[in-house]
């Protein structure tokens, strides 16, 4: 074999110095078996440094290059060129997962699962007459780009004088808005239920029902969930409370605020980036009786 009758053809983007391959037979079967997945590669294929020896070098329209040597066995020009492209293809399937890459980033972002979230804070509610009641607050719930559902336990106290009122309050509802920079702003609807246990000389309990109007603005930085809202609540029906010598009210329409902190469910991760064109670790096959 000489390099001085080497044949010299171009097929396509498969380029062949050497007369141990067929060009053609050699881009036939590459065709078959690596598809559409060769038309992003220029190769190059010359003689090697041993008889059935060839050097291919894989020039990749993104700028990569890959150089093999392989040792063909086969007792023929159609075999060597089936086997040639047998390999080629193998080190091309190889690439494709440097290839396929997604923008990984942009795929999260378009198709994000809903954010879960738990806090806890305080609230202040004050009518006409101006009794004021206030308490702490659980609540959490998941949201989603435009709605989240909410979940709320509250307790609930006010005092006047000798007469005292606690109680809980449990609910449950949807809040609708979107994204304003760094917040998440929207209107929230809030119905409950409340148990008032009332104490003076003697003692009382009874139940009723409130729905939160509400304003509501959240600041999720870090896994730190912020919240803060201020509206209405709407009592059903309306709340008396009497005792021996005084007496709360707490009326139809009362302003309501309250604030929270808490945190993401679950926590946010940091997610480090690979360097481009690397590729996370993994058992692949060489080539069949390829040398570098």
């Not at 150089?67 to 089936?82: N, P």
């Not at 009518?127 to 609540?139: E, K, N, Y």
């Not at 912020?226 to 209405?232: D, I, S």
Request: hydrophobic fraction near 45%; proline fraction near 5%.
């Amino acid at each position: 074999m000489s390099l001085v009758l080497a044949l010299v053809l171009w097929i396509g983007d498969v380029r062949v110095r050497s007369d141990v391959v067929d060009a053609e037979a050699t881009r036939r079967a590459l065709t078959v078996r690596a598809g559409a997945s060769a038309d992003a590669w220029n190769i190059d294929v010359d003689d090697g440094s041993a008889p059935s020896e060839v050097r291919a070098t894989l020039r990749h329209r993104g700028g990569r290059e890959v150089q093999r040597s392989f040792v063909l066995a086969s007792a023929t020009t159609e075999e060597r060129s089936r086997e040639l492209a047998a390999a080629l293809a193998l080190v091309i399937e190889q690439q494709a997962p440097i290839d396929a890459a997604p923008p990984t980033a942009s795929l999260q972002t378009a198709v994000r699962d809903p954010i879960g979230w738990l806090a806890v804070g305080a609230r202040l509610g004050a009518g006409r007459p101006a009794d004021v009641d206030g308490g702490a607050t659980l609540r959490g719930g998941a949201r989603w780009r435009y709605v989240q559902v909410v979940g709320s336990w509250a307790s609930v106290h006010s005092r006047r004088d000798r007469l005292v009122v606690d109680g809980v309050r449990v609910g449950g509802g949807a809040a609708f808005g979107g994204s304003v920079g760094p917040w998440w702003i929207g209107a929230q609807v809030l119905p409950q239920l409340q148990w008032l246990f009332v104490r003076d000389r003697g003692r009382a309990r009874g139940v009723t029902a409130t729905t939160e109007l509400a304003a509501l603005a959240q600041l999720r930085t870090h896994g730190v969930w912020l919240g803060l809202r201020a509206g209405l609540e709407l009592a059903t029906p309306p709340v008396r409370l009497l005792g021996a010598e005084d007496a709360l009210r707490f009326g139809r329409a009362r302003f309501v605020l309250g604030v929270e902190i808490g945190l993401q469910l679950p926590p946010e991760r940091k997610v480090s980036k690979a360097p481009r064109g690397r590729r996370s670790a993994a058992w692949t096959p060489a080539p069949p009786r390829s040398r570098t």
